[in-house]
């Protein structure tokens, strides 16, 4: 069985990297005694590399984005394999912020595959901008898992952890909703489904599925128990590291 795994998004914060520096070491020390949750914080590019020399085997390292090419032509692209040589061993990909910058599920599929032969995990975000009445949101996470993951083997499906996050329950969302547990618990469902169909049911049944969408202290459990999940993306709630450990510590107390 893999550990529960809580992963911090930092997105484009902070603006200096002795901040990022200072939030880190703060982190690290919070999870000394973390035992059975694994943690991972995804900084912006430019502090990977600091960071990566304060790393800690409790505390890994993650990038938010990485290119499908090994080397050559690609100005202000980062490939998987750098992120990788630098320390790297998570990395998100297809996040409902960069799919609105323009990323399509084709350009997923190709950075998926780029991580996996680096040797990074990818954890791929699924998720729906809106409920509709007629359900079509069902039909939207399963074409984004079915594209993303197309000429992807069984083993390598394995490897990946998928973050299903809703876009309407994402903090910095306009007129966000909260997401309840049993939203959660009944999509995780439908995507093991998918990926059954995809893969087989013992990689659906193992492969970790997270949750992310305003997750604090306050509803972190809840998620975990109810919603069915094998751990939590966060963003706010990541950028304070006592906010960022609290939902560790639910973590660990819960698996
Ligand atoms: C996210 O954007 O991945 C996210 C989970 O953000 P927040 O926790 O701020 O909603």
Known sequence: MSKKVIIGN???????????????????????????????????????????????????LGAQDSFWGDVGPFTGEISSDMLYNSGVRFVILGHSERRALGETNELINKKIKSSLTSG??????????????????????????????KGISRDSISRIIF??????????????????????????????????????????????????GSVSGRDAEDFLKNGQVDGLLVGKASLEPKRFFEIIEICEAKV
């Open 10 to 60: 930092w997105k484009m914060n902070p603006s200096t990297s002795k901040e990022g520096d200072a939030w880190f070491k703060k982190i690290a020390k919070l999870v000394v005694k973390i035992k059975k949750t694994e943690v991972v914080i995804c900084p912006p590019f430019l502090y990977l590399e600091k960071l990566s020399k304060i790393r800690t085997s409790k505390l890994k």
């Open 163 to 212: 973050a299903y996050e809703p876009v309407w329950s994402i903090s910095t969302t306009e007129n966000r909703r909260d997401a309840t547990s049993s939203d959660t618990r009944e999509m995780v469902m439908f995507m093991r489904k998918v990926l059954s169909d995809i893969s087989s049911p013992q990689v659906a049944h193992n492969v970790r599925i997270i949750y992310g």
């Open 120 to 149: 990074l995990v990818p954890v791929v975000c699924i998720g729906e901008k809106e409920r509709d009445v007629e359900h079509n949101y069902f039909d939207i996470v399963k074409s984004q898992l079915v594209d993303c993951l």
